[in-house]
C-alpha cells in the first residue's frame, strides 16, 4: 500500500480525520518497514478495518488519535489497544513503553471480510481459582478437540514417554493437561515456540481483563470458552452477537 492509498483509506473510515494524523501514521510504520516485501501500511490499514467492523467509530476514532499524544505504536498492537479504550482506558496512556499491556495480535485482510471476529476469551479454573487467557484464532479452534488432543499428548507421555515411570495422581495429570493445552498450536500440535500457539496472553494481563469486561458490548469477543479443571473438566462456550448498529 501506497501512501496516497493509506491517506484515501483512512480519510474514508475514519469519523474525523485530520493530515497531520496521517502522516504520523504513515511515517511511523515506513520508519519500521525494514523488508521490502513487508506491506506494513497495509497491516495498519487491516488493523483500523478490523476496529471499524467489530467495535465501533468512538473506538476506530480514539485508537486512530493515539499518536496525536506522540506515543507510538505498533500495527499489530493497535488490536490490543481498542481492546482497553473499550474498556475505559483513555488513547494518552497507550503506546510508547505500554508493553505491559499491548499485545501484538496481527489481522489478516480476509478477517475483515468474515462475519464473526477470530477473538475470543479463555478462562482456565485451576485449584479453584480462574486465570483468563485469549486467543485471535477462535474461528480455527475447536475447544473439545483442543483439550481432547492434550488429553491425548499427556496419554501418550503417562504411556511411553517422560511420565512413564512417575505415579501422577489424577490432580497432577489434570495439571498436565492444563500445561499442554496452553503450548498447543490451532493444529493440535505441542509447540515450545511461543509465537503460533492457541493461547495468547501470559494470564491475567489487561488484554483478557479487558475482553471479560466488555464481553456481549462488542462484537470484537463473541466466544467465552472456559474449561474447568477442577469439577467436571467440561468445556462451557458461552456466545454472544451484539444486535448490528
Known sequence: ????????????????????????????????QDDPDDDILQDLANAFSFVKKFFNDDI?????????????????????AALLLADGEKPENLGDDDGESLRCIKI?????????????????????????????????????????????????????????????SH????????????????????SERLGGRIIMGNGEGRVARAMKNIFGKYKAVTEHIRIDFDGDFGVRIDRCVPEEE
Open 60 to 80: 476506530l476514532q480514539k485508537t486512530y488519535d493515539i499518536v496525536k499524544f506522540g506515543n507510538n505504536i505498533l500495527p499489530w498492537e493497535i488490536v490490543s
Open 108 to 168: 489478516p485482510a480476509y478477517v475483515c471480510d468474515s462475519f464473526v471476529s477470530p477473538l475470543a476469551l479463555i478462562t482456565f479454573v485451576m485449584d479453584g481459582e480462574e486465570t483468563g487467557y485469549y486467543t485471535a484464532s477462535a474461528n480455527a479452534t475447536n475447544p473439545f478437540k483442543w483439550k481432547a488432543a492434550a488429553v491425548a499428548s499427556v496419554w501418550r507421555r503417562e504411556v511411553l514417554g517422560d511420565l512413564k515411570d512417575k505415579d501422577l
Open 1 to 32: 500500500m501506497q501512501k496516497n492509498e493509506f491517506f484515501a483509506f483512512v480519510n474514508g473510515v475514519v469519523p474525523v480525520p485530520d493530515e497531520k494524523t496521517n502522516i504520523a501514521w504513515a511515517d511511523l510504520c515506513l520508519d519500521m
Open 171 to 190: 490432580k497432577e495429570l489434570r495439571s498436565e493437561v492444563y500445561d499442554t493445552m496452553l503450548r498447543m498450536t490451532p493444529d493440535y500440535e505441542v
